[in-house]
DNA sequence: ATGAAAGCCGAGCATTCACTCGGGTTTCAT
DNA sequence: ATGAAACCCGAGTGAATGCTCGGCTTTCAT
């Protein structure tokens, strides 16, 4: 169950007394490791992980199915590292607190460039609905986070008077990820006709003041004019 | 590629001078293709469509798998008749067109008890953006379809003065679409922290205008308290 | 009633799946 | 340098998959 990413403290232990045991991995194995989970994020992302096998993420890698699996024993514990690299390596979108809306829509802008880590988000989060998916606990933990952190956001945005009177930040918070979530995988089936950004910022310049006029009047920022038609 | 349901007509022909020929389904036929559907949707709804197999299918319809094969050629035949069948019998929502919000909202409260119908569309919608899948046609199709109903119902609220100005129905209505997708998906994986009719109420109270005071002045409406927490 | 088509199923079939085994090659601390 | 562990792989293994085949039973228009 150690997943190969974690630091084994008793490998590094140079305790003089031992005269063997396991050394720990070699120099090259963290880059072989990455071009594993790197091919795993393409083919979990276009099959799925039931729809995908082990075959051929180690095709894609340049490697033996076997080879795979001594660096990572079970084709659960390869999905559970994929998604925890990702995570690892993922953009920290820097963006200061005030400027909420516009780090989410800039970061929804980049990821129209990243559609392999869209797919494997899209594909995996409604995959992991299923029963005893092995995805389904990382799934309910990082919406649960989410949910969380934008609702705290949302809330700091109220207390300095630049959330719409009568938004419930406890209400759009949640409504963000959910709207994010849903328009990407629309996005997915249809990338002609959905724009993900554009509909993301509608909903932000709906909940938002502007920062100009933190008095809030009425709903007179401009129409959003999205290519999102039909 | 002829589906189960289509009205063969030829078979209804009754030429006197054709003697023998195809006779067409039995009578008990319609109750045991429903029987293998409703279990379908059990199936590919808790286990998906690649996680699902047709034994599992005929395991819960208590027939054999080839007497399944025999009604549904092909686990993707099934697949499609399944999603089929189920827009044949979905409650065809009745409300006027003013009262749209309470349609969607009462629609959403009626989903919590059809776990099964919910988790079908919510699994396969993510399986159907993968690479030839044979639900992937029926989604884009679906999703295009209600994108562009919600932003011709929104389009006619508008018109009536009952839309938030500043509000754009084709930006509107792809939200509604996708926020409901998504929520649906949190919810199931945290069905007790996630009010799914609640989070769309909350986005429709934002952009339309009650009723009885046409003319909207201001986002007076009272707060939204969710039962989403964190 | 009869007989042809529909319905139904047990027994396979070829393939793919995740994973194991045994043994070779490479790395690297000593 | 040396030798133990890490790395790597060919050759399986057993189970499950979607689907076919051949033949029996049931339905129902004639």
Redesign the pocket.
Known sequence: MLGFHEIRLD?MT???N?????????????E??RQILEAAVEVFGSRG????????V?DRA?????????????????LVAVLEYRDRISTSTPGTRERFAETIVRQAEHNEGLPHLVELYSVLSGEATTEDHPARNYFVQRFARLRKEYSGELRYLASIGRLRPGVDPDVAGPTIVALWEGIQTEWLLNPDTVDVPGILKGYLDLILVPEENAGWSSGATDTVHAKSRQ
């Open positions: 490998y140079k305790k003089a031992a005269r063997s045991g396991p050394r720990g991995p070699y120099a090259k194995t963290a072989r490791q992980y039931n729809g995908g096998s082990i075959q051929d180690a340049g490697i033996s199915q076997t080879t795979l699996l001594h660096h990572f024993p079970t084709k659960a514990q390869l």
